[in-house]
């Protein structure tokens, strides 16, 4: 979510045997046979359907991938690879380097057009946990996503992005918690790195959990998903591991076309019923956030009608479980009103083609919403910047709703960038 598709601590446990000849732990494949991991047989059918299904319609080409070991692995590891020739030999190194080593990963090379399939091609020669599967045209990342899955093995399946890194503590951290708590989910903590257009660091940032583990009910992860969501770790896909059969049988995959949000539409429909959910607090991955390639930098047609979906469904979804109180509706007004003050930001540029009286339009649009009028009034700022930004808002003032878009727009994109960038970021 958010970008161009193509989107420390000790381990333990006598499976870490770190190295890259992917041998496989007795621990390790005594936990995949108690999940019922253990016999390549009871996937047969799920591979048939999957890849093979895909592969018949034209869109999938399995020609790269190799033999498959007759044992399936704990850990899937999809990945999907677009324009990812700078940055996909480190991260499947990044997982060669894991302690914990019963894993798989498949590539999904979706039509790209650099050295990318080259790349993952010569990993899967030299390691055998490597597949490569091809699409035959470029269908996007949710599509790419799904093809893998097609294909994972695993009893769980994690999504990471090619271009970002991987602690190598991550699998095994999974693990060892899944060991004490079995779950449906692990969610994991994750350090932002936002980098310059000239690919230097400017900032990085860290999103934490209060413990360092834990196990959340069904109960008490729902009264803790919307600081999640506040805490930017409910919408992402990849910073999460999924249980294979569970996704399966609840027919879960990724909705594709949806920009911006495929990844919490997904989320919100894994955790309507989830029964339980591991945390781990360290920041395990380190997620890379490039101003060339981040579709939340450029100007996206559908911006607002996307993430107004997005808070609309994150309403739905709290009142579908009795949590839709007052202080709900304070911090999803809150949330609503940052993506209508970006949009506002969006509409001053020249891609827009919008006129004033077009945007003055447009806003009134807004605040005749049935959702604007539920909870923009009820939203309490969590910073002074937004506090003041809220004002015009709530008094539906559309002459300063305007103005203030035109400044942020004129701070977002001249000498006043580094201070937009921070206020924006500040939670």
């Known amino acids: 979510m958010g970008k ?27 936990a995949a046979a108690a999940h019922g991991c253990g016999d390549a047989a009871v996937y047969a059918d799920a591979d048939r359907s999957g890849t093979g299904a895909a592969e018949a319609s034209g869109s999938v080409s399995t020609a790269d991938v190799p033999a498959q070991p007759s044992t399936a692995p704990f850990f899937s590891v999809v990945l999907p690879a677009y ?49 490569v599967v091809s699409h035959e045209v470029n269908r996007g990342l949710s599509a790419a996503r799904n093809t893998g899955f097609s294909a994972a093995r695993g009893c769980y399946v994690w999504f990471p992005d090619p271009d970002d890194r991987y602690d190598f503590t991550f699998l095994q951290s999974v693990y060892n918690l899944l060991q004490q708590h079995e779950a449906p989910v692990v969610m994991v903590g994750h350090v932002e790195e936002f980098y310059d257009a000239g690919g230097k660091v400017e900032r990085v940032q860290e999103f934490t959990f209060s413990q360092e583990s834990a196990h ?28 294979r059969s569970y996704l399966q049988q609840g027919g879960f995959t990724f909705t594709e076309d949806l920009p911006l949000i495929e990844d919490i539409e997904f989320n919100i429909r894994v955790f309507q019923d989830l029964p339980g959910l591991n945390v781990i607090g360290s920041p395990l991955y380190r997620y890379a ?25 994150l309403r739905n979804q709290l009142d579908s479980w ?3 109180d007052a202080g709900a509706k304070a911090t999803l007004g809150a949330l609503y009103a940052r993506y209508i003050l970006s949009a506002l930001e969006r509409n ?17 649009g807004v605040f005749a919403d ?25 008094q539906r003032n559309a002459s300063k709703c305007l103005a203030l878009g035109g400044a942020i727009h004129a701070a977002k994109n001249g000498a006043l960038h580094n201070v937009f960038v921070k206020l924006k970021s500040s939670r």
């Not at 390639?293 to 450029?298: E, F």
């Not at 001053?348 to 009134?364: D, F, P, R, T």
């Not at 009820?378 to 015009?392: F, G, H, Y």
């Open 4 to 30: 161009r598709h193509h989107g420390k601590g000790e381990a333990s446990g006598a499976s870490a045997s770190r190295g890259r000849n992917g041998a496989v732990s007795a621990d390790a494949a005594d």
């Open 83 to 131: 324009g990812s020739e700078s940055y996909l030999a480190a991260a499947l190194g990044d997982l060669q380097d894991q302690l914990f080593t019963d894993w798989e990963a498949i590539v999904v090379n979706d039509c790209s057009p650099d050295g990318s399939l080259a790349i993952a091609q010569q990993f899967a020669a030299a390691d055998a946990r490597i597949r």
């Open 216 to 243: 959340l009910g069904k109960t008490k992860l729902r009264k803790h998903v919307l600081e999640f969501e506040k805490g930017t770790h409910y919408g992402y896909a990849w910073n999460k591991v999924y249980e």
């Open 289 to 313: 956030k490039r101003e060339a390639g981040n579709l939340t930098s450029k100007f996206v047609p559908r911006y607002y009608e996307v993430h107004r979906a997005r808070i609309e469904m």
């Open 322 to 324: 009795g949590l839709l």
């Open 348 to 364: 001053k540029q020249k891609e827009s083609g919008m006129s004033g009286s077009a945007q003055k339009e447009w806003l009134q």
């Open 370 to 394: 049935d959702l604007f009028n539920e909870l923009v009034p009820c939203a309490q700022a969590d910073s002074q910047a937004l506090r003041l930004c809220l004002k015009p808002l709530q």
